[in-house]
């Protein structure tokens, strides 16, 4: 990443559904990803445990993630960054800054579902220590009715 200094990570509950929802659609027009709406993040973050982190550049939105945390254990159920700071590190720094706060929370495994042809986030993922630990058949559905199949992965944090 080029520089951290003017980057912030701050949390967004449902006050921050539309800026979420803005970004998402931005960050996945494409036929393999559902287009989720502001009503979608206001349920998602209205169930408990559900958290969402927003990465800033000074006040300018970069991306963000949506986790949900029961007990040990934490989920991915969203992560995205907008395409024109993508190839900066912002993804590996949100995420790494995530892994950090899970684990001082006491979660043993992170995990995720990610599109097997999402090159990019894979080798994210792996740059994490994430690894794949199965695969979900036809999970994801485009709107020419195509389906790909869900990589599961995850990653063990230290005690």
């Given at each position: 990443?080029?520089?951290?200094?003017?980057?912030?990570?701050?949390?967004?509950?449902?006050?921050?559904?539309?800026?979420?929802?803005?970004?998402?659609?931005?960050?996945?027009?494409?036929?393999?990803?559902?287009?989720?709406?502001?009503?979608?993040?206001?349920?998602?973050?209205?169930?408990?445990?559900?958290?969402?982190?927003?990465?800033?550049?000074?006040?300018?939105?970069?991306?963000?993630?949506?986790?949900?945390?029961?007990?040990?254990?934490?989920?991915?159920?969203?992560?995205?960054?907008?395409?024109?700071?993508?190839?900066?590190?912002?993804?590996?720094y949100l995420l790494e800054w995530v892994i950090s706060r899970l684990q001082k929370q006491?979660?043993?495994?992170?995990?995720?579902?990610?599109?097997?042809?999402?090159?990019?986030?894979?080798?994210?993922?792996?740059?994490?220590?994430f690894k794949i630990i199965g695969r979900r058949k036809g999970y994801y559905k485009g709107?020419?009715?195509?389906?790909?199949?869900?990589?599961?992965?995850?990653?063990?944090?230290?005690?």
């Amino acid at each position: 990443m080029k520089s951290k200094k003017n980057i912030s990570i701050s949390e967004v509950g449902v006050e921050g559904a539309a800026l979420l929802s803005v970004i998402h659609k931005e960050a996945f027009y494409s036929e393999y990803v559902q287009q989720w709406q502001q009503k979608d993040f206001v349920e998602l973050l209205s169930i408990p445990g559900t958290v969402s982190f927003l990465i800033s550049n000074v006040d300018q939105p970069i991306g963000f993630i949506l986790i949900r945390n029961i007990k040990d254990e934490a989920e991915i159920i969203t992560f995205c960054i907008l395409p024109k700071w993508c190839r900066n590190g912002y993804a590996t720094y949100l995420l790494e800054w995530v892994i950090s706060r899970l684990q001082k929370q006491s979660v043993k495994r992170f995990f995720l579902e990610v599109n097997e042809n999402n090159d990019a986030a894979i080798k994210l993922y792996q740059k994490c220590s994430f690894k794949i630990i199965g695969r979900r058949k036809g999970y994801y559905k485009g709107h020419h009715g195509l389906k790909t199949d869900a990589l599961v992965m995850q990653i063990q944090l230290p005690d």
